[in-house]
């Protein structure tokens, strides 16, 4: 038995290639290995306004949880290292950030 697989496009980059000013553009980075460099990368191609990275080798966080981890990138630099939350929590604190980069680009 075989499965052929066929690359579908990259949803983000379309996105990222085609955001206007105005738009704040979030991407999430779920990685088993070099999640910083990994997640970076993917925040400078895909044109993203914040990057919400997931090391998802964690036993006590991810799919098969109810709790996440994360660290949230920006391309000024900003690294913020979130601890384990619930995965509303971590939502909640995701969209506080978008909020907060809305709020900025308004200004």
């Not at 979030?26 to 999640?35: H, N, P, R, T, W």
Request: proline share 4%; hydrophobic share 35%.
């Amino acid at each position: 038995m075989s499965v052929e697989l066929k690359r579908t496009p990259d949803i983000l980059a379309e996105l990222g290639r085609r955001k206007r000013p105005e738009q704040i553009l979030v991407g999430f980075s779920a990685e088993s290995e070099d999640l910083l460099e990994n997640s970076l990368k993917k925040l400078k191609e895909k044109n993203l306004d914040m990057i919400v990275a997931n090391d998802i080798s964690r036993r006590d966080s991810g799919f098969a949880s109810d709790y996440n981890q994360a660290t949230i990138l920006t391309p000024d630099g900003g690294r913020e290292e979130l601890p384990l939350l619930s995965k509303r929590e971590l939502a909640s604190k995701v969209l506080d950030r978008v909020v907060s980069l809305r709020s900025k680009s308004e200004a």
